[in-house]
Structures are given as C-alpha cells and as structure tokens.
C-alpha cells in the first residue's frame, strides 16, 4: 500500500469512527496547514509576527482550542468575500456621525467591508498559504490604492465630518493586509510600490492631520499615522510616534484610569472610551512589535498607564449603574465590543480578562451585531500568544 493510499485509509477509519463518510467530513478538519515564511525581516510586525503566526498554525494543526475553532470561523468569513467586488472610489467622504447615523454608515460600509475583506484574506493566507486567500486580499490593496485620491474631510461649509478619523480606523485594515503580504512573493512589485506611493501621498496626509487631537480622533490618527511609518518602512518617524503614545497616556487620563474627554461623552462615555482604548492598545502592539517598547506596561512619570484604564473600562462596563459620568442601568456586557479588546489584552495581562470574554469565543472583533465597524482587534481568540516578549527592528 503507498503512502497515499494508507492516509486515505487511515481517515477513512477515523471517519467512520466518528460516524461520518470522507465526503461529510469539511477539508478543513483533516488538512495540516503551513504558514508561508515571510523573507523580509521587517514584516510582519505591525499587528502580528511570524513568530505569532507560527505558534497559531501549530495550534491549529494540534487543534487546540479556542485556536482551531476561531480558525475555522477565519475560513468561513475569508471565503464569504471571494466574489466581493471593490467599492474604491476616487474621493472618500462621509457625513457627520451624527447629523444622519444611517447616511454615515451607507458612505463607509463599502470601505469597511473592503478593509475587513483584506485583513482577513491576508491572515488567512498568511496562516495557510492558499494563494487564492493572498490574492483576494491583493485585489483590494490594489483597487484602493490605484482608484483612490483624496480622502475629504470638510463638507462644502468646510465643517468637519470625522472623514478622516473614519479612514484611520478602516484603513488601517489595508495596512494590515499589506503587513501581511510585504514579505511574500506572491505580492508583485510593482504593486507594493503603488501601495506605498498611496499611503504616502493619500493615507498619511489625511491620518496625521489629527494625530494631535486630544480624544479618540487623536489616538486613532496616531496609530494609524505609526502604521503608516511601520510600511514605509520609515523607522525613525515610527520610532517618534511611539514616544507620542507615551506622551498620550500621561497627558488624556486621570490617575484612576479615566479618559476625561471620553467620559464627557455622558451615556456613551463607556463606549467612547473602548474606542480610544483601542487605537491606544493597537499601537502599543505595534510599538511592542517593532521598536521594543512595552507600552503595555509603561507608567507615566505621573502615575498613567493603559492598564488602569483598561481595567477603569471593564469595571463599568461590568456595574453600568455606577457610571459617575451618567445615570444608567446595567446591562449584559456585548460581544462585540469591548470583548474584542479584551480578548487581545489577555495575553498581556495574565488572562485578567478572560471571565469577560471566554463566553464569547471565538471573540471576532471589529463588527457591530452582522455589520463591520470599525478595524480594530480583529481575530483576536485566533491570534492569541500568551508569554509574548517585546522585538525589535533589525538594525533600527
């Protein structure tokens, strides 16, 4: 009997002592994986490593739990956009959050979606080498940075929209995809190099215009602005950005973990300071990730540090009746959000987090009930690594 023939009868024996036939088993449950070894020594670095990548796909193959179920979830979702076709357009623009909820979320779904679809794609291929997965996340890379020109903050009374704090938290996805991919062949040259023109001429204009902001905006615009340096492979402007994530922690909150310009938001305060929190943590992984430096456990010389605030957030988040910023009832925590930035911080924190979240895996992150909201933590039961220690750039 050749090789071939003896693993067909070695799954067909456990097929049958599971009850099922070749034919009713997903491929997906009796196909080891490998991951493609990046040949650049700078990617990926921006949300996740080869290293990380490596121990998940060992996981997986050992199917290990809650690994190999969020992968599988991965699949399913990379899968669902196979026939998704690009919503680049030459000017991005939204309306203001807040003049019309549902004409905002209309002008940003098509990016939202095109951005989560990359990410996904890239991961997926990153994780398992199907070029299909790495081609899907290239035509989105390409589409929007070949379609797209300006991305327009101000409408015609040249009031602020939130257009480009919109474009930090969604494009970042791109970013992460092109992470993904900078490293491996199958990404053509002269496709990089357009990307790269595109984020340096589009993305980091717009991005760094508020960088400076002392609320959400800023955090947002900082992360992506550093994730802009981190693919231009701009290292010493990247390096800049981490010290104004030091700067940020000490200066927008209070020494009890608060985020006075999020908890002025009264009801929504909660919320509002998930989503500062998570550009914050987002570039703490990217800082951790390339430069050294461990923001996650950082202490300001006045006593700050991301993890107050992260603990501030699960408290009240947990005993909403206490809120101090607005009379509210308690509620069940959500499984979307803030359980993505959770689940993320586990590994950094000791599983601190893991009684929010374990009900909730596999956490997918970045989704509001069916619809894609934001790029924040994505895939984070997926790509958990306990016991990470902080890199460093080649020869930075």
Not at 180 to 195: A, M, R, T
Not at 233 to 246: C, Q, V
Not at 351 to 363: E, Q, W
Request: aromatic residues 12%; charged residues 20%; glycine residues 6%.
């Amino acid at each position: 009997m050749n090789i071939r023939k003896s693993i067909s009868f070695i799954i067909l024996l456990v097929c049958i002592s599971c009850g099922k036939t070749i034919s009713e088993v997903d491929p997906v449950e009796i196909k080891q994986i490998a991951a493609p070894q990046s040949t650049h020594p700078d990617f990926p670095r921006l949300l996740y490593t080869q290293d990380q990548i490596n121990f998940v796909v060992d996981q997986i193959n050992r199917r290990s739990s809650p690994w190999y179920p969020a992968y599988t979830k991965l699949i399913s979702i990379a899968d669902s956009y196979a026939n998704r076709e690009h919503t680049a357009t030459a000017d991005f623009h939204t309306p203001p959050f807040y003049d019309d909820k549902d004409e905002n979320i209309n002008a940003k779904n098509g990016l939202a979606s095109d951005s989560h679809a990359a990410h996904a794609n890239a991961l997926a291929y990153a994780l398992n080498g199907d070029e299909k997965y790495a081609r899907k996340a290239i035509y989105f890379l390409n589409a929007w940075s070949t379609i797209n020109r300006t991305i327009t903050e101000n409408d015609v009374n040249g009031e602020a929209t939130g257009t480009v704090l919109t474009a930090s938290g969604l494009m970042s996805g791109f970013l992460i995809a092109a992470d993904l991919l900078s490293g491996q062949n199958i990404w053509p040259n002269e496709d990089q190099i357009k990307f790269r023109a595109y984020v340096q001429n589009i993305l980091l204009p717009a991005v760094s215009s508020i960088k400076g902001k002392s609320n959400n905006w800023g955090d947002w615009g900082t992360y992506a602005t550093a994730a802009s340096y981190h693919i231009l492979g701009k290292k010493a402007e990247l390096k800049n950005e981490t010290e104004r994530m030091k700067v940020r922690i000490d200066k927008y909150q209070n020494e009890d973990g608060s985020m006075p310009q999020e908890t002025r938001r009264e009801g929504n305060g909660i919320w509002y300071t998930y989503f500062a929190l998570t550009p914050m943590t987002l570039g703490a992984q990217l800082a951790f990730n390339t430069v050294g430096t461990d923001l996650f456990h950082y202490e300001s010389p006045n006593g700050k540090k991301i993890e107050k605030a992260l603990n501030y957030l699960e408290y009240y988040e947990n005993h909403k009746s206490e809120w101090p910023w607005y009379q509210m009832k308690d509620s069940a925590p959500d499984k979307d959000a803030p359980s993505d930035l959770f689940e993320a911080m586990n590994d950094f924190y000791n599983n601190r987090y893991d009684a929010f979240v374990k009900s909730f895996r596999p956490v997918l992150g970045g989704y509001k009930g069916t619809r894609v909201s934001h790029t924040g933590w994505s895939f984070p039961t997926l790509m958990k690594m306990p016991n990470r220690k902080p890199s460093q750039y080649p020869d930075l």
